[in-house]
């Protein structure tokens, strides 16, 4: 069972930076691909980055490509995303998950086996 926290969400001016955090525990949470979702309000939530067990590769969906970052510190069980020039269409609830059997340079997952509950991103001036 994995359990999973997300946190660093706020409001923020369009063109700034947030970090967002996901904390993982469970036994086997280091063999998983994590990816980060996004839920705009009104909207069905997407898969816009994932980062594969080793860390070492990367997926973003077009749109985030060039502003968003995803990390993993895997000693602290963590796995961040970095965001940068924000805008107003970012704005939603963010969400961490955890996905077992997938290759994340193939593509964003499309759902998770594990979740966390969010943490809200507010874009506007």
């Known amino acids: 069972q994995l359990r999973i926290v997300e946190s660093g969400g706020g409001l923020v001016q369009p063109g700034g930076s947030l970090r967002l955090s996901c904390e993982i525990s469970?036994?086997?949470?280091?063999?998983?691909?994590i990816a980060w979702f996004h839920q705009a309000p009104g909207k069905e939530r997407q898969g816009i980055a994932c980062?594969?067990?080793?860390?070492?590769?990367?997926n973003y969906v077009e749109s985030v490509k060039d502003r968003f970052a995803i990390s993993k510190d895997g000693a602290k069980g963590t796995v961040f995303l970095r965001m940068n020039s924000l805008k107003p269409a970012d704005t939603g609830v963010y969400y961490c998950a955890a996905r077992n059997l997938w290759i994340c340079s193939n593509g964003i997952p499309i759902d998770g086996d594990a979740w966390g509950e969010g943490t809200q991103v507010t874009v506007s001036s």
């Open positions: 469970g036994d086997t949470w280091q063999f998983y691909t």
């Open positions: 980062i594969n067990n080793f860390g070492d590769h990367m």
